[in-house]
T-cell receptor, first 113, second 108 residues
Framework: KAGVTQTPRYLIKTRGQQVTLSCSPI?????VSWYQQTPGQGLQFLFE???????NKGNFPGRFSGRQFSNSRSEMNVSTLELGDSALYLC????????????FGPGTRLTVT | TQLLEQSPQFLSIQEGENLTVYCNSS?????LQWYRQEPGEGPVLLVT???GGEVKKLKRLTFQFGDARKDSSLHITAAQPGDTGLYLC????????WGAGTKLIIKP
């Protein structure tokens, strides 16, 4: 069974731009969660989607948004990028609830200059 | 606010030594997961502990869930360079609560 895939793997953007990241979960997994990971803050939960509905949301500004499609693939968007948005963005899929065991993709390394 | 504190934050030891890292909280969790993350990759699930007092072994790694289901430990016997990585714990309580991780370096 193929693992979680994320595209792109690396991205460089400038302040003020917007970015869209993509995640394809493991086949059969219905829940997709997004995380931001930085050296200073560790792993921070962004949001979780299940059956195209956002079920949980972390403490991030409205510039961070996401969606899930009927095939469980998910995208997250960050608008008006700031330098502090530079991070590794991880997507994780789980079979059912976002609380259950998470299977992570390799992440997208976003650098904002 | 629920918190999961992991200690130590950083540990560097020689190959062959034993070590224990900890994951502590004042909250009770229905289960707790341990992950290992290598540089440039996403975390990989190692184990889930569910029952208070539960002990699970994965080769040289021993995981224990506290009796009160508020804390957990990971013991590595005869550490090897391949054990190097960031060890994360996550507690299950409505949503996953993540610790900040222990960065482990095993020197040859």
């Amino acid at each position: 069974k193929a693992g979680v895939t994320q595209t792109p793997r690396y991205l460089i953007k400038t302040r003020g731009q917007q970015v869209t990241l993509s995640c394809s979960p493991i086949s059969g997994h219905r829940s997709v969660s997004w995380y931001q990971q930085t050296p200073g803050q560790g792993l921070q939960f962004l949001f979780e989607y299940f059956s195209e509905t956002q079920r949980n949301k972390g403490n991030f500004p409205g510039r961070f948004s996401g969606r899930q499609f009927s095939n469980s693939r998910s995208e997250m968007n960050v608008s008006t990028l700031e330098l502090g948005d530079s991070a590794l963005y991880l997507c994780a899929s789980s079979l059912d609830r976002g609380r259950s065991e998470q299977y992570f993709g390799p992440g997208t390394r976003l650098t904002v200059t | 606010t629920q918190l999961l504190e992991q200690s130590p934050q950083f540990l560097s030891i020689q190959e062959g030594e034993n070590l224990t890292v900890y994951c502590n909280s004042s909250s009770v969790f229905s289960s707790l997961q341990w992950y290992r993350q290598e540089p440039g990759e996403g975390p990989v699930l190692l184990v889930t502990v569910v029952t208070g007092g539960e002990v699970k072994k994965l080769k040289r790694l021993t995981f224990q869930f506290g009796d009160a289901r508020k804390d957990s430990s990971l013991h590595i016997t005869a550490a090897q360079p391949g054990d190097t990585g960031l060890y994360l714990c996550a507690g299950d309580d409505y949503q996953l609560i993540w610790g900040a991780g222990t960065k482990l370096i095993i020197k040859p």
